[in-house]
């Protein structure tokens, strides 16, 4: 099948305004000149859209015009290799994203163990930050309750009742193994983070066997300023948070 044919089907089958790259048109390498002819006459064509440097989209038309992709589809080739996770949005974005504060970012992070990324979404700033374990589909999301947890005092606007609440509830909803794998998780974490994890679960009634693992891992003379007040937190002076 001719290259331009091959990638104009290809295209057909990716759903309006996802965004795509020469990765996912299973090109040859010896296909990849005419790739690049074909893509820019489908973009002055209008048929695609350019999002960045070899990233591109099938515009979404509506009555206000056309409409860009959202941040998952435009931030999706970076927070995934070959179809596997690599990646996860923390930070400010995240915390919105979570309810924890109402203020949008100036710029996205992005947490990977190995992979640096910096670009740009439009006109925010993409900026890398190391994640503490290897980013998976399995464990992103835990990730992200103990990114909020270390970044607590810093959240802005912080309603500090309000966001700890909000963390018991995305604890509660995790299953029996979830939540072993956000204790085992958290020993990578500096000593704050395990802390307010250990008074987070126990707060909930989770059993004393399960979050031994976090009680060992610190040392019973340190204190963790919060600023929390037992009403919000009762556990806290189990785990000599003040």
């Avoid at 064509?45 to 591109?56: D, F, L, N």
């Avoid at 925010?124 to 980013?135: F, G, T």
């Amino acid at each position: 099948m001719q290259t331009t044919k091959k990638i104009e089907k290809q295209i057909n089958g990716f759903q309006v305004g996802e965004v795509f790259t020469y990765g996912q048109l299973k090109l040859v390498p010896d296909e990849y000149r005419a790739a690049v002819k074909a893509l820019s006459r489908m973009t002055k064509a209008g048929v695609i859209k350019r999002a960045s440097t070899g990233r591109y989209y099938k515009p979404k038309k509506s009555v206000f015009g056309e409409l860009k992709p959202g941040e998952d589809q435009l931030l999706k080739s970076y927070l995934f290799q070959k179809g596997k996770r690599i990646a996860y949005v923390t930070g400010i974005s995240l915390y919105n994203k979570m309810g924890l504060t109402t203020q949008v970012p100036k710029n996205i992070k992005i947490a990977s163990r190995d992979k640096r990324i910096i670009t740009k979404v439009g006109s925010i700033a993409v900026k890398a930050v190391k994640s503490y374990v290897d980013v998976t589909n399995d464990n992103y999301y835990l990730l992200e309750i103990l990114d909020a947890i270390k970044d607590f005092k810093n959240i802005p606007d912080l309603n500090r009742e309000g966001v700890l609440k909000r963390l018991q509830q995305k604890i509660i909803e995790l299953n029996h193994d979830d939540k072993r794998k956000l204790i085992n998780i958290s020993l990578k974490y500096p000593p704050r983070v395990r802390a307010l994890t250990g008074a987070l679960l126990t707060s909930l009634g989770i059993d004393s066997d399960m979050v031994q693992p976090l009680a060992k891992s610190l040392n019973p003379l340190s204190t963790y300023n919060f600023g929390i007040q037992q009403e919000e937190l009762p556990a806290i002076k189990q785990w000599n948070i003040v």
